[in-house]
């Protein structure tokens, strides 16, 4: 642990995509740890400091994206004694797609895949006919799947990872030196 910073409760490897941006990226964190409290009990209030720490952001990180998150009506916050942050609805009611355009608005739908300033059906990119059926697919899916569906993905993942790791680790009382000595040859020559 660095810093007194905890690592974020799933793996980096949560939408790793280039579709999304960082800010929309870290919504779906935030998003998901919100879901998450609130499959285990209704109603879930979560202080922002707690949010922080297992979403991996900086409190005014974290701030920033609370704040579009709030506008498009998808939390709730509150001051004083009670203070902290909770999903406005239900977790199987909120889509992915409403993320994503609370964060990225619609225009994740008209950038080009390749990156290219301009890219229409009248001066397409060489990806633009695939790209533009599937982002299609790709818009019906998110609006199909719930926050809830996401926080069972990231549960299930995080779960199927548990034996492994802990398959990997050395037994008890083996000193930290021996520990390190066995990862440095589990890496190999790369």
Request: charged share 25%; proline share 5%; glycine share 8%.
């Amino acid at each position: 642990m660095k810093h007194g910073r905890r690592e974020p409760l799933y793996g980096a490897e949560l939408l790793q995509s280039p579709l999304y941006s960082r800010t929309c990226k870290e919504a779906f964190r935030i998003m998901e740890r919100l879901a998450a409290a609130a499959l285990r009990r209704a109603g879930s209030v979560r202080n922002e400091t707690t949010l922080a720490g297992e979403t991996g952001l900086s409190l005014p990180a974290l701030e920033q994206v609370v704040h579009f998150l709030r506008l498009a009506g998808l939390v709730e916050t509150s001051r004083g004694r009670a203070a902290g942050i909770r999903l406005a609805r239900p977790a199987s009611r909120v889509s992915l797609l409403e993320v994503v355009r609370a964060i990225d608005g619609t225009g994740l739908w008209a950038r080009c895949i390749l990156g290219l300033e301009e890219c229409s059906d009248t001066m397409p990119c060489p990806a633009h006919p695939a790209w533009k059926q599937a982002r299609s697919l790709l818009e019906e899916h998110l609006a199909s799947q719930s926050l809830e569906d996401l926080t069972r993905a990231v549960t299930r993942r995080h779960r199927a990872r548990k034996p492994v790791e802990a398959r990997s680790q050395k037994p008890p009382g083996e000193s930290d030196l021996a520990r390190a000595a066995g990862s440095l040859d589990s890496m190999g020559d790369r």
